[in-house]
């Protein structure tokens, strides 16, 4: 199984970037996908999942109404759109799959991506 991040880089606070994950070595509708992030020394933390549809999507406080979440099953590929980026949103992002359990903890997801490096200068 492979998650390969992309789309990461460096943004002006308010600006905006979207990141994509390419999911390839499983069943792709099989599973719910997540984002996560972890800043320099903090925890990796919940940002966004989408179900196995796409019909139900979920956010951290944080992000809800700036990031939005959405997946192409046909292309086996999640996105992030980040809008009105603040600095507290600097992270490297990574995307997850995962079968079952709770969409927001990181013991559920199965797999991980490598990570892609959002840097929002103020």
């Known amino acids: 199984v492979q998650l390969v991040e992309s789309g990461g880089g460096l943004v002006q606070a308010g600006g905006s970037l979207r990141l994509s994950c390419a999911a390839s070595?499983?069943?792709?509708?099989?599973?719910?996908m997540g984002w996560f992030r972890q800043a320099p020394d903090k925890e990796r933390e919940f940002v966004a999942h989408?179900?196995?549809?796409?019909?139900?999507?979920l956010y951290a406080d944080s992000v809800r109404g700036r990031f939005t979440i959405s997946r192409d099953n046909a292309k086996n590929t999640v996105s992030l759109q980040m809008n009105s980026l603040k600095s507290e949103d600097t992270a490297v992002y990574y995307c997850?799959?995962?079968?079952?359990?709770?969409?927001?903890?990181?013991?559920?997801?199965?797999?991980w991506g490598q990570g892609t490096l959002v840097t929002v200068s103020s």
């Open positions: 070595g499983l069943t792709f509708e099989n599973y719910g």
């Open positions: 997850a799959a995962r079968e079952g359990g709770s969409p927001v903890s990181k013991r559920s997801y199965d797999y």
């Open positions: 989408v179900s196995w549809g796409g019909g139900s999507t």
